[in-house]
């Protein structure tokens, strides 16, 4: 009789203990503070991201200097790589036979003018003798023609002596512009003005340059809707902003700010890209044409969202944030992005000014989770408005 006793004390015992213990565990988990979570705000702001665009540099003017007529090169005028003045000589090419035509031409113009001259002689002549009925009327229109035949003759003689001049002039070769001359693609004796040494040097004024690139046709679009901000594509005023940077070979920047002057008729098919020209100064000429450099295009995102990159979380193309609420609960916010420049995400949808999102720790917090939030200000390595 006593045993049953002893198992009903026993059980009495376990449940009071266990009810002990669970009192115990709650207490200590209502003396557990909530887990300190780094959070920062998203701001809203102008923020400038900068494209850059590869490209090839162009001079202000690039003159290719031809042979124009065939012969043997004669001389070489210049020093190559140096400047060279307007109207200065290059080149000079063999003359002799150019001044056997000039002179076979001046010959011929002599003997038509001779004949011009027989021919006006006989029809004044002819005139006053057909009034007396002393020849035919037949005989003057002969005179007639013969005069107008001697005159276009004439005519044809000057044109083709003025033709021998301008060949003769061309053996010698002068500089179109003031510039820098390159290297000479054709040396002294060889024959210039055929295949292949009809070219023979470039001149190039590169106090100013152009640095031209191709634009893929969606890069296009996305930039041409962001720099004209609602301004007309052909409004000139929107190229005199020189707002651009060139970045040569080197990472260093141009001195000079630069524009855009050319955007092309339309997209090339076969590339899909489209051409654009900007032109920068460059007084000290360091900048050659053939080199190749980036162009440096700002671009403003006016009243942007903008959190860091660490924030954001990505799940098979799907982008959430973790957002601590006013009651200091964790919330999944899922969002909708724009683009990264530097270390921040510009965020198109799901997130105002002011909301706090998890910094560090995202691993460790879950959804509905309680914490205590401290707010961070992020150093950021982009630069803004």
Avoid at 215 to 225: G, I, S
Wanted: net charge negative.
């Amino acid at each position: 009789m006593r045993r049953p006793n002893f198992l009903k004390g026993t059980l009495i015992f376990v449940l009071v203990s266990a009810a002990f213990i669970m009192g115990c565990n709650k207490d200590n988990q209502k003396q557990m503070p909530p887990a300190e979570i780094k959070v920062v705000e998203a701001v809203q702001k102008d923020i400038v991201d900068k494209i850059d665009f590869v490209g090839e540099v162009y001079g202000y003017q690039d003159i290719s200097i031809r042979a124009r007529v065939p012969g043997f090169l004669e001389g070489i005028h210049f020093r190559e790589g140096f400047p060279v003045k307007k109207g200065q000589l290059l080149y000079t090419i063999d003359q002799q036979a150019y001044l056997a035509e000039v002179a076979a031409k001046q010959s011929a113009l002599a003997e038509a003018k001779s004949r011009f001259a027989k021919a006006k002689s006989d029809l004044e002549r002819y005139k006053p003798l057909a009034e007396s009925n002393a020849v035919s009327q037949a005989d003057l229109d002969a005179a007639q023609l013969q005069f107008e035949a001697a005159q276009s003759m004439v005519e044809a003689a000057e044109a083709n002596l003025e033709i021998s001049k301008i060949n003769l002039s061309y053996t010698q070769v002068r500089s179109p512009i003031d510039g820098i001359i390159g290297k000479s693609l054709s040396r002294v004796g060889e024959l210039v003005g055929q295949p292949p040494h009809v070219m023979l040097n470039t001149v190039s004024k590169i106090d100013e340059i152009f640095v031209e690139f191709f634009l893929p046709e969606n890069q296009y679009l996305q930039l041409v809707k962001k720099v004209t901000t609602g301004e007309e594509i052909f409004d000139e005023s929107r190229y005199t902003n020189d707002n651009l940077e060139l970045v040569l070979a080197d990472g260093s920047i141009h001195d000079h700010t630069g524009h855009v002057t050319f955007i092309d008729r339309g997209v090339n098919s076969s590339t899909g890209t489209i051409l654009i020209q900007t032109q920068f100064e460059n007084p000290q000429q360091i900048i050659r044409p053939g080199q190749y450099a980036k162009v440096r295009i700002p671009v403003t995102h006016s009243s942007a969202v903008i959190i860091p990159q660490q924030c954001v979380k990505e799940l098979q193309g799907q982008y959430s944030v973790f957002v601590v609420n006013t009651d200091n609960k964790v919330e999944t916010r899922p969002i909708t992005v724009d683009t990264t420049i530097g270390d921040l995400w510009l965020i198109d949808e799901g997130l105002s000014a002011g909301d706090k999102v998890v910094l560090e720790g995202i691993q460790k917090v879950r959804n509905g989770m309680t914490v205590s939030p401290v707010l961070v200000d992020y150093e950021s390595q982009v630069s803004s408005n």
